[in-house]
């Protein structure tokens, strides 16, 4: 596999750095959006980010991956293929994360965990949270698109580092003027 993936193109060239005045997944606002579907709706691509991330935590040796559901289950899936281990994610029941399906991790467990774009990175910190619960060792934290700087306590990999501006409901200045909100994120509690 080739490293020479130009992440920040791919994102152009696919539209999916949207401009306007969006909630985002965080609650936080913002006039731009990296819709993330854009790059995960092409296998191929997919096949590239998840190499260049499974290559970054290659020498940790994950014995599974483990991401958010919905938007990480393409991407841990794709992870764990590149690194020939399991795949599996978490989800919410009754608004708490849990694992479901069936889905094991214990102490002789080293859990990679995987997220496609990260804000506050709530969700990361509720799967590291399911993670730890189970006493797996994080071996670390592995992204496409950072937006904001995110310290989680472990081994951060970040495929591109996106500065974008985001805001509390009460400081959007967006809001201020009045414009109308889009919702497009995915994480609901």
């Known amino acids: 596999m080739s490293s020479a993936l130009d992440l920040a193109s791919e994102l152009r060239a696919r539209g999916a ?3 306007g005045h969006f909630k985002l997944s965080s609650g936080r606002h913002s006039h731009q959006f990296v819709q993330k579907f854009r790059l995960l709706e092409d296998p191929k691509l997919v096949e590239l980010v998840a190499y260049e991330i499974a290559d970054a935590f290659r020498s940790a040796q994950p014995t599974v991956v483990v991401s958010a559901a919905v938007g ?24 708490i994360p849990v694992l479901r399906r069936g889905f094991e991790l214990g102490p002789k467990d080293r859990a990679l965990v995987v997220e496609d774009v990260v804000t506050t990175g709530l969700s990361v910190r509720e799967v590291l949270n399911v993670v730890r619960a189970r006493n797996a060792e994080l071996v670390g934290v592995g992204i496409i698109v950072q937006r904001e700087p995110t310290y989680f306590g472990v081994r951060t990999h970040s495929l591109l580092e996106l500065p974008l501006e985001s805001f509390a409901q009460h400081e959007c ?11 497009p994120g995915s994480r609901r509690a």
Do not use: M
Request: proline letters at 5%; one cysteine or more.
């Open 17 to 19: 750095l949207v401009e």
């Open 72 to 95: 990480g289950i393409i991407l841990g899936y794709e992870v764990a293929r590149s690194l020939s281990t399991r795949a599996i994610f978490v989800e919410k029941e009754n608004g």
């Open 173 to 183: 200045p967006q809001c201020a003027r009045g414009e109308p909100i889009t919702d």
